[in-house]
């Protein structure tokens, strides 16, 4: 096995046996991302001499006795987490030259763990879309097959991890974007209970659905990730006060007993019948380990798509108005008057599916719609949470697949955007309850795409999720494919 | 037929917090543009917004002041318009749930009688930055120190009926806020400010359209607007016009006000709840702890001034308009006379702070020297006139008042033989005059009380001067 392939537990191994050093790994780290990100397009930038001299305080702390489960080992950010003195795009021309003075708490948390940032990972625009193709910077292409998308919007996150560009990487998740590119990666990414993870630096869409969440090759990553992200930010209003948690003290407990509801929902018309196949084998592996297996309704999830449709926009309308051309983003050139900085400034700056969401946002706020829609969504939102509320008091875990479909082709959906957000058809109903949820591989099409399931647990049950992935991880070798992945010919 | 207007007003008052309302950003006023800004009242990327506690506890003062019901649960709500002194593109505020409900204040009118104005709501919400247009040729500077500075904006119902009572309104409403300690009420600076919504109607007929008129910033501004809006309004209505909804500007140059933006231009706000903060939740705790904090509010405060002081109560009104005010006069009638201590408070003290324009709290005469100068008269030391000569000294030069006293001479001469020997003197040097006095002309008392008062430098006791004059007279 080769070093891009090891998981945190044998790097951090290696760097306590003194096998390689942080500088070493880094380096390695650099060189892969340099032969390989013109393929894969998964980093927008990177941060090379900043990254081999973190690498080189951790080889130091490292020496002075340090042993921190995180010292040393390198990632990258989604490019929605601000970061201190390294510009953070957003995906989005408008924040094309956007340097922070502020580190997002994340960042500064697992800046403070040593981990050594290698650079900022590509992202659907404003975290707005399901194929990473609404970046300003260029779609991200799936390295299982370039011709594919990686889904999004955390796609250059998924990319990277399962490239092997880095061990791991922090994405965000406000319908599905952690784990429907995991997903199609092959990776697994788990999206925490809302209020786990600080959004403070976290640039905003849709700030009740937001989430951060870490982005692995495994489960038991996910858990180090998470035990260093998962904490309560006094300058997050909705962070909440447990927030913290140890995600690998239950991580081996087995199964018996367990029991997990299957949604019928998650199985009807639109579900491709290979991922189908493929989630099915996953549950009757849980089943195999002793859990009780039994059929459930969510009869509100079918709402789930349009009522995101209408709240998401709406926040993002009023999130994204900071971003007016008057202090760091993007500015049109000499405008005639105060309008036109406004409109060509925006215009400019924000992609075709930004703007759209703006208008929707816009309409369902607007004086004579807000009753119709805005408030109308709200309420839907509730039977949903109903909806798992009711789940829980009957079942541990909700299992089904992540997406309908595995990894679809650069460019399929585009013009049409309907299809593309039911794309997220079965993660949007957890945003809109904010209960964790996680994506883990469970197999592969026979064109040889990877397969994601997803296991939903109650609030505060992302430590029991992430227990069940690492059960069935033990018995599954689906977490350990690694694409192979060329340079692209010059 | 006559009109009727109806008036009522929406205040801004700026809440004294040490920080802004939410990040820590200090709210002083005048430093530097942009000085105190921070990434979250930037509104840089990923910021968010942390309640400060404080200024909830002084939304709950006013609540509990003006016997208003105080929502268990309200929520902040985002105010959606573009502007370059507004950061985020969205003002935070509250809307559907405010966390003061409906209360009422009771006014005084300045003919004597009182008027209870009811109070709609107040809510929480932050203050804009500013635009700066001076200074920049074709271009505006943004100076966003004030930007998420605490703001309460009381509204209330449409009570009002004169412009006479909206200043009456806005005045108590002034002195409550400082009384509480919640706003410093600097209206120059903009601290506490108001919007006017006037409209007229014929007596019991429904309320009239109504004009909004923005940003008044002094209450003779606020009578003058609306004295020129009840003129303008009955004008059209009477040459078979309608009023138009809109904002206006009063211009204080011209004594005027002109049409900002009619209601067809007006903003579509898009208020929805900020999902960025949590409902705000007040437990019972919460709001006793801060109903123990509440001093002894004004209208309970001139009661008792009138009974405690047997103070008029006009006397009574004037001393409890503000607290710095009442607190000083309550530490000079200590001990002395009240109306006394009355006179001199708002009359001596008051003309010279408003001469020398020095607030009353850099006032250089104390409460404790004010109140030993009066003290000084009720024991006889020094007559009145003494004391405002001494008073002067004090206001003017400082020191200390029996040092004055005993320096300059100015110990009041009650010593009868001592006045008798002046009496007899002036009496002597003046015999014409005393022959007429004795026959019959006795306004030339006053002549002689005179010509006593002036040899003995004033020091002479008057009432003394006159019973010995009189007697040395009679007996010719």
Not at chain 1, 392 to 404: C, K, Q, W, Y
Not at chain 2, 263 to 280: G, H, I, Q, S, V
Not at chain 2, 302 to 327: E, H, I, K, N, S
């Amino acid at each position: 096995m080769e070093l891009h392939e090891f998981s945190l537990r044998e790097l951090r191994q290696g760097l306590r046996n003194r096998d390689f050093s942080s500088v070493e790994l880094t380096t390695v780290l650099l060189k892969r991302i340099s032969a390989l990100n013109p393929a894969l397009n998964a980093f927008v930038t990177v941060t090379e001499s900043d990254a081999l001299a973190a690498a080189a305080t951790a080889d130091a702390r490292r020496a002075a006795g340090e042993d921190g489960p995180l010292l040393g080992i390198p990632m990258a950010h989604k490019d929605i987490f601000c970061t201190a003195g390294v510009r953070t795009t957003c995906g989005s021309r408008m924040l094309e030259h956007f340097v922070a003075p502020y580190n997002a708490t994340v960042v500064e948390r697992l800046t403070a763990e040593g981990m050594v940032m290698l650079g900022k990972l590509n992202m659907d625009e404003f975290a707005m879309g399901s194929s990473n193709e609404t970046s300003y910077f260029g779609p991200v292409r799936n390295p299982w097959h370039t011709g594919m998308v990686p889904g999004g919007s955390s796609g250059g996150s998924a990319a990277a991890v399962a490239a092997g560009l880095v061990p791991v990487a922090t994405g965000t998740d406000t319908g599905g974007s952690i784990r429907q590119p995991a997903a199609l990666c092959g990776i697994t990414g788990i999206k925490p209970t809302y209020g786990r993870v600080s959004r403070y630096g976290m640039i905003a869409f849709a700030s009740s659905l937001d989430q951060g969440g870490p982005m692995a090759r495994n489960a038991e990553d996910c858990a180090l990730l998470l035990n260093v992200m998962a904490a309560h930010d006094p300058r997050d209003s909705t962070s909440h006060p447990a927030a913290a948690s140890d995600f690998l003290r239950g991580l081996e407990r087995p199964l018996q007993g367990l029991r997990v509801g299957v949604p019928e929902e998650f199985f009807g018309v639109g579900l491709d019948p290979e991922v189908a196949a493929t989630v099915q084998a996953g549950i009757a592996e849980l089943a195999r380990q002793g859990a009780a297996v039994q059929s459930i309704r969510l009869p509100n999830n079918p709402h789930a798509v349009s009522t995101y449709y209408v709240l998401a926009p709406a926040e993002a309308s009023s999130n994204l108005a900071r971003f007016d051309g008057v202090r760091y983003t993007h500015r049109a050139p000499n405008p005639a008057d105060l309008t036109e900085l406004y409109q060509q400034s925006r215009y400019e700056g924000f992609g075709a599916e930004v703007r759209r969401r703006i208008l929707v946002g816009t309409y369902v706020l607007s004086a004579g719609y807000y009753d119709a829609y805005y408030r109308k969504a709200q309420q839907v939102r509730s039977l949903i949470r109903e909806d798992f509320r009711r789940a829980f008091a009957e079942v541990d875990v909700i299992v089904g697949p992540t997406t309908p479909t595995p990894a679809f082709p650069l460019g399929a959906k585009n013009a049409d955007p309907v299809a593309m957000y039911l794309a997220d058809i079965y993660t949007i109903a957890v945003n809109l309850a904010g209960i964790p949820a996680l994506s883990v591989p469970c197999g592969f099409t026979a064109a040889g795409l990877p397969v994601g399931m997803q296991l939903m647990g109650d609030y505060f049950a992302d430590d029991l999720l992430l227990n069940v992935a690492h059960r069935y991880q033990q018995e599954t070798q689906w977490h350990r494919a690694h694409p192979s992945v060329h340079a692209r010919e010059a | 037929m006559d009109w009727e207007v109806v008036i009522g007003l929406e205040v801004h008052a700026q809440l004294n917090t040490t920080t802004k309302i939410f990040c820590g950003c200090p709210t002083a006023f005048g430093a530097e543009p942009n000085l105190h800004t921070c990434p979250v009242c930037l509104a840089m990327p990923g910021a968010l917004p942390v309640l400060n506690g404080a200024a909830v506890d002084k939304a709950i003062a006013l609540g509990l002041a003006i016997g208003a019901e105080l929502n268990r649960h309200s929520i902040f709500a985002r105010k959606n318009y573009f502007y370059p002194d507004l950061p985020k593109g969205y003002q935070i505020s509250q809307y559907e749930l405010p966390v003061v409900g409906k209360g009422a204040l009771t006014v005084q009118l300045p003919d004597g009688g009182e008027k209870v104005v009811g109070v709609t709501r107040a809510h929480l919400e932050e203050d804009a930055g500013k635009s700066l247009h001076e200074a920049f040729i074709g271009q505006s500077g943004i100076d966003l120190n004030r930007a998420g500075t605490p703001l309460l904006e009381i509204v209330s119902e449409p009570d009002m009926r004169s412009s006479v009572e909206a200043v009456a309104y806005l005045k108590k409403l002034h002195t409550l806020v400082r009384y509480l300690d919640i706003c410093d009420g600097n209206m120059q600076e903009g601290s506490f400010r108001c919007d006017a919504n006037v409209s007229l109607r014929r007596p019991g007929a429904p309320y009239g359209t109504r004009a909004e008129i923005k940003n008044l910033n002094s209450f003779r501004f606020l009578e003058k607007a609306i004295e020129y809006e009840i003129v303008r309004q009955r004008d059209i209505l009477e040459s078979g016009g309608r009023i138009v909804q809109e904002t206006r500007l009063y211009d204080a140059n011209r004594d005027e006000t002109r049409s900002m933006r009619g209601k067809e231009e007006a903003n579509d706000y898009r208020y929805f709840p900020d999902p960025d903060l949590l409902p705000l939740v007040l437990d019972e705790s919460r709001i006793e702890r801060v109903r123990e904090t509440l001093p002894e509010l004004p209208d309970a405060r001139r009661m008792r001034f009138m009974r405690q002081y047997a103070l008029p109560a006009y006397d009574a009104g004037v001393l409890t308009a503000g607290r710095t005010l009442a607190d000083y006069y309550e530490q000079v009638a200590v001990g002395v006379d009240g109306k006394l201590a009355a006179n001199w408070v708002m009359g001596d003290l008051l003309g010279a702070l408003n001469k020398a324009g020095v607030e009353l709290e850099d006032c250089p005469v104390s409460a404790g020297k004010l109140r030993l100068l009066v003290q000084r008269i009720e024991d006889q030391t020094i007559s009145g006139k003494i004391a405002k000569d001494i008073f002067d000294e004090l206001f003017h030069r400082g020191g200390e008042v029996d040092a004055i006293i005993d320096s300059r001479g100015l110990r009041q001469i009650t010593d009868v033989a001592a006045i008798a020997a002046m009496v007899d003197a002036i009496v002597t040097a003046h015999p014409q005059q005393a022959a007429d006095f004795r026959a019959g002309k006795d306004k030339l008392l006053g002549f002689f009380v005179g010509q006593v008062m002036k040899a003995s430098q004033g020091k002479a006791n008057p009432d003394q001067v006159n019973a010995i004059l009189l007697e040395h007279l009679q007996k010719g």
